[in-house]
Every structure is written in structure tokens, then in C-alpha cells.
């Protein structure tokens, strides 16, 4: 109900809608990784998955803004299935993240670590690396987000009415024997390419 | 609902389902390739038609304040494509959020008020002075002049322009209390058919494009097939207008011709940014503003021109 609600919001105000160009929404076991530039990423990349999907697959949210205060804590756990994660690191910041892979649902990551404000994403952190070592299963698609910071920039208040897309590219894999620098990067052009076509 | 409005809705109806007989045999009789996909866009079209006449016959029998608030959402939805395929920056975020939640409530709210001095005034000259201020506080400098000239125009097409449509609701005619939905239903009616006619005459006879490379599907065929056609039926409707027949067909003419401008002028901004349609939103048309580019310049010239000449 209140995923209802708030799906509808978000079509209204910002779209949201899925272009699936190099796969198609289906349950197997996936990591979503995309650029990030709002805090509003979270919401539209899991708006754009069909019904069926969003149930089993979890948004990997910074609990030092999505744990903070009840409502947002509430859509964070309740309504998004997020994994709330330190940014800080602790013991093993991806702890959860593999408890959550352990039991076969998806994950979808921001492997920049923060929001950007520029049009490219910067450097991705080295999580998704390791995710896909040990996870060979799980198939990575890169997804671009349009429009986001021009939407909900750093600092805005309301997010302003401007429509936004999640584009999924076709699904990467870490290659045998490739170093974690040059996989990195090759993600991070992969889902640069993946908002590229139109 | 007056006799007048169940005689006009009736006939539009009755036109639609001319419309959709036409389309269903066509589609039977298509053959080639490329026929088959203009009658699948026709059929499209027509749909979506059904659903739009639904909407604006259900506004206008609820009155003033529905039809109000159905025009509000439509400039919403007009501002909403135009700025999203617009590339305006990070730092214009408070102009655009400030133009969306601000200027088109309160735009229309001045309709529902009846405060015409203001309403005339509210986007080409607060919302002109406020909007660049909000962007120059965030401190960047660069493209400023056609970031906010972009946000301006948007607003001015998308609100401002439009929401004359509905304003004619609040002019004021001799002997003509109460009917100001009729003089809006001419207008719509008049600008629609008008755009339907000159892509039909187009289809059937256009040879000869009007500006080829800004809009290849405007022919003169079409614009003077079409035009005439649809001024002759605003001349035929001028017993639901304050005006006479003659009067009716001049207004008519005026409401072909700046349409007809707002089509092209448009598809030259869309071009410039790189669309081939402004959205996705209505099936067959493409987005809102697809719909809307014609009355967002005939509705301006159609309410100045009868409140210089026939208002009180």
C-alpha cells in the first residue's frame, strides 16, 4: 500500500520508468550497480523494477542518512527492502551485503560511494569487486540514471518535476585473472554506456 | 449541462465513432508494410482521442474548477517534458522547482480568483525578475543566459500560454452569462480539428512541405485543405459564440493560423534539442506538448482577440 503510494508519487513527479536494453527484467539472481547522483537513485532504480522482482531485490542504502530519523528509516527497511550499510567501514562493511547474496535476492549498489556531481560517475570503490569474486553467480547489470542531479541535486529541498530513466545495459562479469583496477573501470564505462544508447 | 453542451458533446462523439469505423476498415484494407504502420499510429491516435474527450467532457460538466485544475495538470505535464529534455543544470534546481510549484498553482488559482491584471503579468514579469535570481544565488555562471532564457520559455509555452484556454472562462460577454464553456469548447474544438484535418489533408494530398526541414509532415496541401475545413466548421458553430457567423469564421481562421504557428515554432525548439517527440505520455501523439503546441499560441490571440473586441 504505502509502496503504492509512493511508486505513484514518484511517476508523477520524476517518472522513473525502466528502458531495459541490454537484458530483460528477470528473477535470477543479479547485482544492479548505477551512477549516483541524488538521493533519489535509491528510489527510481527500485521504482523501475517490476513488482515481482522489487520483493527480492535490495537497495544498498548509507544508514548515516537512510538509518536517521523514523519515516525515512521506515521507507528504508519497510517499504524499499533496503541493506543499510556503514560508509564509515566497521569490521566488514559488506557484511550484510552478503547475507542478503547468501540467501539468493539481488542487490542493487552505488559503487561510488556518494553522490557526484559530475555528468560522468567518478571511481567506483572496490565492494563491487569483491561481490563479484565471490559471487560469480550473480550476474552484475549496469543501469545509468538520467536527469537525477538536475531532479534532486545535492542540498534541494522538494525534487523538481523532471522526468528521469533508469537504462539497463547488458550484464558484465569479471574475467579470469583481471585485476581489480582495470574491472573497475570497466564498470564504470559499462554503465556510461549503458545511459549512451538511446 | 446546458442543451447546448449535450448537442456538442453528442457530436463529438459521433465524430469519434466515425473516426474509429474509418480506422478499424482501414486497418482491414492495409497491405503494405508502411501502410499498415500509419494506420496502427492513426488507430493509436484515435484512442488516445477517446480518452482525451473523455477527460475534457467530464471537466467541463463538473465546472470551472475541475476544467481549471485539468488544464494545471496539463501545463504540469507540458512543463514537465519541456525542461526534462531542456538541459538546464544542477544549480537552475530552485528556478525549476520554484517554476513548477509556484508559478502554475498560483497562474491558475489568479484564473479561479478572476484577477485578470495579475494573471496577465504574474509569468513575463515576476516570474521573469524572481526565476533568474534564484539561479544567480547559487554562483555559477556558466551558459547563464540561455539556462534562464530556456526556463522562461518554458514557463511562458507551457503555462502561461496555455492557461488562456481556460481563462476565457472569466471574460465577460453581453447576453452571454454563463456560457464562457462554450467559447472554450470552440476554441479547443477549432485548434484540435484544425491539427487533425491538416494531417489528414496532408496524408491524402500534401506534396509540398511548408518548412521541410524543421517539420517534413506540414504541407501547404495540408494547412490550406485543412485550415479552410476547419475555419468553415468554427463558422458553422457560431451560434454557441457571441460572435456572427462571419466573426466566428475570422476567429477561426486566427485560432488555424497561430496553431499552425505554435506547431511548427515548436517542432523547431524540439528539433533544436534533439527530440523527435516531447514524451511518451499519450499513445500515437507522443507527449502532452505534442497536443498542446498549437493551442499554446492560438489560445493567447483567440482570448485577446475576443477580449478586445466582444468583452465587456
Not at chain 2, 185 to 194: C, D, E, G, K, R
Request: aromatic share 12%; net charge positive; glycine share 8%.
Amino acid at each position: 500500500m504505502i509502496a503504492s503510494v509512493l511508486i505513484a508519487v514518484t511517476r508523477f513527479i520524476v517518472g522513473g520508468h525502466a528502458r531495459w536494453q541490454g537484458c530483460a527484467p528477470e528473477a535470477r539472481q543479479r547485482i544492479y550497480f548505477a551512477n549516483h547522483s541524488s538521493h533519489l537513485d535509491t528510489i527510481i532504480l527500485w521504482a523501475a523494477l517490476p513488482k515481482d522482482l522489487r520483493a527480492t531485490t535490495h537497495p544498498v542504502a548509507a544508514r548515516d542518512y537512510w538509518g536517521k530519523g523514523s519515516l525515512r528509516r521506515f521507507i528504508a527497511l519497510r517499504v524499499l527492502n533496503a541493506v543499510l550499510v556503514d560508509r564509515d567501514g566497521g569490521a566488514d562493511p559488506l557484511a550484510p551485503l552478503r547475507a542478503a547474496l547468501n540467501a539468493g535476492d539481488s542487490l542493487i549498489l552505488f559503487p561510488e560511494g556518494t553522490r557526484g556531481t559530475e555528468a560522468e560517475p567518478r571511481r567506483f570503490k572496490s565492494g563491487l569487486h569483491r561481490l563479484a569474486a565471490d559471487y560469480p553467480a550473480a550476474e552484475l547489470v549496469p543501469v545509468h540514471l538520467t536527469n537525477l542531479a538536475r531532479a534532486y541535486p545535492k542540498g534541494a529541498i522538494l525534487p523538481a518535476p523532471i522526468i528521469c530513466t533508469a537504462s539497463f545495459g547488458g550484464p558484465i562479469a569479471l574475467a579470469p585473472g583481471e585485476t581489480k583496477p582495470a574491472f573497475l573501470e570497466r564498470a564504470r564505462k559499462a554503465v556510461i554506456a549503458a545511459g549512451e544508447v538511446a | 449541462m446546458t442543451d447546448e453542451m449535450i448537442v456538442l458533446l453528442g457530436g463529438v462523439f459521433a465524430l469519434l465513432l466515425v473516426a474509429s469505423c474509418a480506422g478499424f476498415v482501414l486497418a482491414r484494407r492495409a497491405t503494405s508494410e508502411g501502410a499498415r504502420a500509419t494506420v496502427a499510429n492513426l488507430n493509436d491516435r484515435i484512442k488516445a482521442w477517446w480518452a482525451m474527450v473523455a477527460i475534457f467532457a467530464v471537466a467541463f460538466l463538473v465546472g470551472k474548477e475541475m476544467t481549471l485544475v485539468l488544464f494545471a495538470l496539463t501545463s504540469f505535464f507540458c512543463l514537465r517534458e519541456f525542461l526534462s529534455i531542456t538541459p538546464t543544470r544542477p544549480e537552475d534546481h530552485r528556478a525549476v522547482a520554484v517554476a513548477f510549484y509556484l508559478f502554475i498553482p498560483l497562474q491558475y488559482w489568479l484564473i479561479a480568483d478572476g484577477w485578470q491584471t495579475l494573471f496577465a503579468i504574474l509569468i513575463p514579469v515576476w516570474a521573469f525578475l524572481l526565476l533568474p535570481v534564484l539561479a544567480v544565488l547559487k554562483g555559477e555562471t556558466g551558459d547563464f543566459l540561455p539556462r534562464t532564457a530556456r526556463i522562461q520559455w518554458a514557463l511562458m509555452l507551457t503555462v502561461y500560454c496555455i492557461s488562456h484556454a481556460p481563462a476565457l472562462l472569466i471574460l465577460k460577454f453581453p447576453d452571454y452569462a454563463g456560457q464562457n464553456f462554450l467559447l472554450l469548447f470552440f476554441l479547443i474544438t477549432v485548434v484540435q480539428l484544425s491539427d487533425v484535418l491538416q494531417y489528414v489533408f496532408g496524408k491524402l494530398f500534401g506534396k509540398h512541405p511548408v518548412a521541410p526541414r524543421v517539420s517534413p509532415s506540414k504541407t501547404w496541401e495540408g494547412l490550406i485543405g485543412g485550415g479552410l475545413a476547419a475555419t468553415g466548421v468554427g463558422a458553422g458553430l457560431w451560434w454557441i459564440t457571441p460572435f456572427a457567423p462571419w466573426q466566428a469564421g475570422a476567429m477561426a481562421l486566427a485560432i488555424v493560423l497561430a496553431g499552425f504557428c505554435g506547431g511548427l515554432v515548436l517542432s523547431a525548439v524540439k528539433r533544436s534539442l534533439g527530440a523527435k517527440d516531447w514524451g511518451t505520455m499519450i499513445e500515437g501523439h507522443g507527449g502532452v506538448l505534442d497536443r498542446m503546441d498549437s493551442v499554446s499560441f492560438a489560445a493567447p490571440v483567440f482570448f485577446h482577440l475576443t477580449n478586445y473586441f466582444f468583452a465587456m
